[in-house]
Structure formats: structure tokens, C-alpha cells
């Protein structure tokens, strides 16, 4: 059995590739069961929680990302999330490869479906990105619009500027513009996609800051009790999610809404099936402002996990 490390990860998934193996994916469907969540008791002040997300597609292969969170674990200079993804052959059952980082793998496949939902929500002619938060998905998220738009100029916010900053310090002679800013309605007013990957309770983005032809992408907010924009810009929007089950369920900025009746159902537009099958339309016009709402699926980590197994070994072979 192979091992995978994060290194190696990261240096085969480009996110172009994997945006395409994505489109591939969700129009041929992959059996995605209910993630299992366990309380796991520890010596520690807190509990942990070990979580099993499995997800096959029939005579292919077979996957499961295994998650654990050690709350405590900050007290010994460790991230409290820890995981690995065990990728099975779908014909015989056999093990065929381990990837040691299942956190790098969903940052990496949550960006790509956010890329792929732009492709077909997001202007032609987008320019502009701004990214909204400071943590490790900030740099996928830029990675993954500057493969499918053409950006040239890009701006990252965050409470803490100087974290922005660092963000910023990540890429070395892009082929666009990239800075911090301190001026976040300004930003968000400026921007053609905007991008958000926080953990903010209370809404960030305002409908009054948005402006016609602007594409959300909001990848933050993936608990009930989180939002990352205010209902106002939500009923500005076309809004499309993910997948329905995981975005009404789970995402705050989905899930208030429809409690509240401020959205119901049928005012979903679509989801990924639906836009990569063709069976609903994305962007209508140029004015349009469009919503894409994640909180990740298994799917795409299968998908992710496929295509770097495959890009590995095709390296092993040719050394």
C-alpha cells in the first residue's frame, strides 16, 4: 500500500486538473452515506471527536477519511485536527494507498469545488477576487479562481492584517496583482468574486455592499449557528449550494434562512449535479448575483484522493 504524504499531495493536485476530474465526478455520482461523528473521552479538560465520512463509487474504488479533533491539543503546540484518507480498490476490497493529511485533501478539493460552482456561476470576464479569511483555505481559494478566471488583481482581508499579510507573502511573482486590505466594504464592493473562508458567528458580507454581476462564494459558516452574509444579501442572490442535503442542514447562512422563511426550498437554484449535468442554468445574465454556499461532501474528497493516487504512482513509475 502507498503512502501519501502532504508534500506529495500538494504537489500533484493542481487545481485545474482536479477542477476538470470534479465536473467528471458529479455528473457520474458517487454513493455518499451518512459521515459517522463519535465522542471520544480523553485525560484531557475536553473530549475528542473521531468522525468517519465513507463515500465509493461502484467497481472503482472506495473511500474514507478519517478526522479526529483534540481540542486540547493546542497545549502541546499540535493542531487539534488531525486525519489521513484510506482509498480502497472498489473490485477486490484491497488497500491502495494512504494520504496522511485528510485536512490538506478537503482545503484542497473544497476550493476546487468552488472553483468548478465558478465556472459556471462567476463572470467570464471576472477580474477581481477577494478572499475573506486568514486561514489555511485562503491560499487554495486563490489558487483555485486564478485557474478558472482571469484574475489579475486579488485582495485578502482578515481581522488581523498582519496574517493577511502573510497570505500575501505566500506567492512569488504571480501573474496577478495580490494585496492585504483593511477595508473590507470597500473590497467587497470592488471585487467581482468574492470568496469566504471565516468562522464568523455574525454576517460579514452586507447585501448593501454588493453590486450587480458579483459572485459569493462562501465556504465559511458550515455550522447552524454560523453566518458569513446577512439575509438581505442572501435574497439578492441566485443561490446554489454544494449539495442540498449538507448546505440546509449544516450551513447557517442556508440553514436561518430557511428556518426563519426567508428562504424555502425551491429557492435554491441548484447544486453541483444539477450545474455540471446540465440540469439547471448558472448565471443568466451579466447583472446577476450569484451565491455558491459549501460545506464539502465526500464526494470531492474521493475524487481528490483518485486523481492524486493516479499522479503519484504515474511519478513512481516514470523515476
Request: charged share 25%; hydrophobic share 45%; aromatic share 4%.
Amino acid at each position: 500500500m502507498r503512502t501519501v504524504s502532504a508534500a506529495e499531495l500538494r504537489s500533484v493536485l493542481h487545481h485545474r486538473m482536479l477542477v476538470e476530474r470534479l465536473r467528471q465526478t458529479f455528473r457520474a455520482g458517487v454513493v455518499v452515506p451518512p459521515a459517522q461523528t463519535h465522542r471520544v473521552e480523553t485525560y484531557g479538560a475536553s473530549d475528542a471527536t473521531l468522525r468517519l465520512a465513507p463515500s465509493w463509487q461502484v467497481n472503482q474504488s472506495i473511500g474514507v477519511r478519517i478526522d479526529t479533533a483534540f481540542p486540547d491539543n493546542a497545549a502541546h503546540d499540535l493542531p487539534a485536527a488531525q486525519g489521513v484518507y484510506l482509498l480502497i480498490d472498489g473490485k477486490t476490497g484491497v488497500p491502495q494507498a494512504l494520504l496522511d493529511s485528510a485536512v490538506a485533501l478537503g482545503r484542497r478539493s473544497g476550493a476546487a469545488a468552488s472553483a468548478l460552482a465558478a465556472s459556471y456561476l462567476a463572470r467570464a470576464d471576472a477580474e477581481r477576487l477577494l478572499v475573506i479569511g486568514t486561514g489555511a483555505l485562503a491560499l487554495e481559494l486563490v489558487e483555485a479562481h486564478t485557474a478558472v478566471r482571469p484574475i489579475r488583481h486579488v485582495l485578502v482581508w482578515g481581522r488581523d492584517v498582519q496574517k493577511a499579510k502573510r497570505i500575501v507573502a505566500r506567492f512569488h511573482r504571480p501573474k496577478f496583482r495580490i494585496e492585504a486590505t483593511t477595508d473590507l466594504e470597500g473590497a467587497v464592493r470592488g471585487a467581482d468574486i468574492i470568496a469566504g473562508a471565516t468562522a464568523a458567528r455574525d454576517p460579514l458580507i452586507k447585501g448593501d455592499w454588493l453590486q450587480p454581476g458579483q459572485h459569493l462564494d462562501l465556504l465559511g459558516g458550515v455550522a447552524p449557528d454560523m453566518r458569513e452574509i446577512d439575509d438581505a444579501g442572501l435574497r439578492r442572490a441566485r443561490v446554489f449550494v454544494d449539495t442540498r442535503e449538507g448546505a440546509c442542514g449544516m450551513a447557517g447562512d442556508i440553514a436561518q434562512p430557511l428556518a426563519a422563511g426567508l428562504l424555502t426550498a425551491d429557492d435554491i437554484a441548484g447544486d453541483l449535479y444539477d450545474l455540471t449535468r446540465g440540469e439547471r442554468a448558472g448565471r443568466r445574465f451579466y447583472d446577476q448575483i450569484t451565491l455558491f454556499k459549501s460545506v464539502g461532501t465526500a464526494l470531492a474528497d474521493l475524487c481528490a484522493a483518485q486523481l492524486a493516487v493516479e499522479m503519484v504512482l504515474h511519478n513512481d513509475s516514470i523515476r
